[in-house]
């Protein structure tokens, strides 16, 4: 079982910036796929970033040039740099971890951005 935990979340002005990490049981380099999805009240989950176990990066249009999401395999830890931060971009976070077909989620950490 893997059981990913986020952390990091919180408070942050516009144009603030936040760092979410994102451990697991097992050794997160081996995962097919580690990604940030992110919901919103009234909106469905959606995916913000995703790292393959090759390194390869991807990310939502809305979040391009704002948000970095990297991966520290001696930490077992993914983490998302968000900078620039949006009020749109208040949202819960969640980090999955598709390991080969199981897909595990996060139990998610708010980010809140005031105007």
């Known amino acids: 079982q893997v059981h990913p935990v986020e952390s990091g979340g919180g408070l942050v002005q516009t144009g603030g910036s936040l760092r979410l990490s994102c451990s697991a049981s097992?050794?997160?380099?081996?995962?097919?796929?580690v990604n940030w999805f992110r919901q919103s009240p009234g909106k469905q989950r959606e995916l913000v970033a995703s790292i393959t176990r090759d390194g390869i990066l991807n990310y939502a249009d809305s979040v391009k040039g704002r948000f970095t999401i990297s991966r520290d395999n001696a930490k077992n830890t993914v983490y998302l740099q968000m900078n620039s931060l949006k009020p749109e971009d208040t949202a819960v976070y969640y980090c999955?971890?598709?390991?080969?077909?199981?897909?595990?989620w996060g139990q998610g950490t708010q980010v809140t951005v005031s105007s």
């Open positions: 999955n971890v598709n390991n080969w077909g199981p897909s595990y």
């Open positions: 097992g050794s997160i380099a081996s995962f097919n796929a």
